[in-house]
């Protein structure tokens, strides 16, 4: 009975090593996956003037009292005090 066990151990050892040895070059050479995040996005934030929209083009800068830009407009529909917090914001 020993025999077959050590047989058995034997073709599982060498059946992984096998499956280790024609999968690491792929592994090894292959470019990494990582997720990269956007510089913006998509569509407007209702709430959130600050986010970056890529559907309007680039934001003039940011002067303390000065008129809101489009993003900041739209994003600011309806709610009270949003675009107040925006042109006049803590910083």
């Known amino acids: 009975m020993s025999s077959l066990k050590n047989r ?9 090593a096998a499956v280790g040895i024609l999968t690491a070059p792929t592994l090894l050479t292959g470019a990494p996956v990582t997720p990269q995040a956007q510089p913006c996005y998509n569509g407007i934030v209702v709430g959130n003037p600050w ?25 600011c529909r309806n709610i009270p005090g949003c675009l107040s917090w925006y042109v006049n914001g803590p910083w």
């Open 8 to 16: 058995v151990i034997r073709v599982a050892v060498g059946s992984a």
């Open 51 to 75: 986010a970056t929209s890529c559907n309007f083009g680039p934001r003039p800068p940011r002067v303390r009292g000065s008129a809101p830009d489009q993003t900041a407009i739209i994003a």
